[in-house]
């Protein structure tokens, strides 16, 4: 996957929350399967670029891995 950047379009990938449902809680998958196909713009979360948060939510933060860089 390319190094993600702040700025970046992406998407949520729904798939990596599967095996992980019953350690989160129901806002958070209720966002997640909700914006299934929405496009984010990246905010910087930490210099690591391992954490991000959106530009248009900021509620949440979301591992690099369970991301989709689009266009």
Known sequence: ???LKPG???KIDVKAFDWKKKTL??????????NADTIFTLKEYNTRRILWEFEEDDTWLFWADDLIKVG
């Open 1 to 3: 996957m390319d190094e």
């Open 25 to 34: 809680t129901k806002k958070f998958l209720d966002f997640v399967y909700s």
């Open 8 to 10: 970046d379009k992406v």
